[in-house]
């Protein structure tokens, strides 16, 4: 399984991003996309997750009500959309799959598939 993540750049606090993550090659029933950020000097945090038919969702709760994921079935693309960005948003972003999954896990470790991260930078 191949992920490739997309869409960050530069913004001031309070602008919008729209994150990509095409999913290419064999992927298993039932699995999970998650994005996870990482900022420098800190650890990979969970950041929200859909399972393979869009039916369950999860966000962490320092992000809820700023962020929303959905999936582009016809594209094989999970979104992530970010509003009312700050500068503590700022961070390399990654999506993930899981091989199989129930649920949507928050911790990195059920992640096996990684995308190669896309930049997000916020400026006060």
């Known amino acids: 399984v191949q992920l490739q993540a997309s869409g960050g750049g530069l913004v001031q606090a309070g602008d919008s991003l729209r994150l990509s993550c095409a999913i290419s090659?064999?992927?298993?029933?039932?699995?999970?996309v998650g994005w996870f950020r990482q900022a420098p000097g800190k650890e990979r945090e969970f950041v929200a997750g859909?399972?393979?038919?869009?039916?369950?969702?999860r966000y962490a709760d320092s992000l809820k009500g700023r962020v929303a994921i959905s999936r582009d079935n016809a594209k094989n693309t999970v979104i992530l959309q970010m509003n009312s960005l700050k500068p503590e948003d700022t961070a390399l972003y990654y999506c993930?799959?899981?091989?199989?999954?129930?649920?949507?896990?928050?911790?990195?470790?059920?992640?096996?598939?990684w995308g190669q991260g896309t930049q997000v930078t916020v400026s006060s």
């Open positions: 090659g064999r992927t298993f029933t039932n699995y999970a």
């Open positions: 859909i399972i393979s038919s869009g039916r369950s969702t």
């Open positions: 993930a799959s899981t091989r199989g999954s129930v649920g949507v896990p928050t911790m990195v470790t059920y992640y096996f598939d």
